[in-house]
């Protein structure tokens, strides 16, 4: 069995930074990509980043563009996201993810096989 489990959440205000991380534990596996998606409280969880191993490239929404960036090794299955300048709009669940099975659009999460339980971000005005 493969856990992905997250870390780093927590309470911040507007304009502070958080670096959340993600390890797989478990069962071995092998991944082409690794993701972050947020869930806030009300509303459809949505993508927030990704990065695909085999070209190192990276993707993220609009609205967290220039504030935060992912990282991390695919051999370990590890992922980080390093977010500065929170709003208080960023605040949600934030899951990581882990894609496996190809399918090749790091950005949809119905393509992704493993998940973590999620971190909580919260960022106060």
């Known amino acids: 069995q493969v856990q992905l489990v997250e870390s780093g959440g927590g309470l911040v205000q507007a304009g502070s930074s958080l670096r959340l991380s993600c390890t797989a534990s478990?069962?071995?596996?092998?991944?082409?990509?690794m993701a972050w998606f947020r869930q806030a409280p009300g509303k459809e969880r949505e993508f927030v980043a990704a990065i695909t191993w085999s070209s190192g490239s990276t993707y993220y929404t609009n609205s967290v563009k220039g504030r935060f960036t992912i990282s991390g090794d695919g051999a370990k299955n590890t992922v980080t996201l390093q977010m500065i300048s929170l709003r208080p709009e960023d605040t949600a669940v934030y899951y990581c993810?882990?894609?496996?099975?190809?399918?090749?659009?790091?950005?949809?999460?119905?393509?992704?096989?493993?998940w973590g339980k999620g971190t909580l971000v919260v960022v106060s005005s």
């Open positions: 478990g069962r071995t596996f092998s991944s082409y990509s």
């Open positions: 993810a882990a894609e496996s099975d190809y399918y090749g659009d790091p950005t949809y999460d119905g393509g992704m096989d493993y």
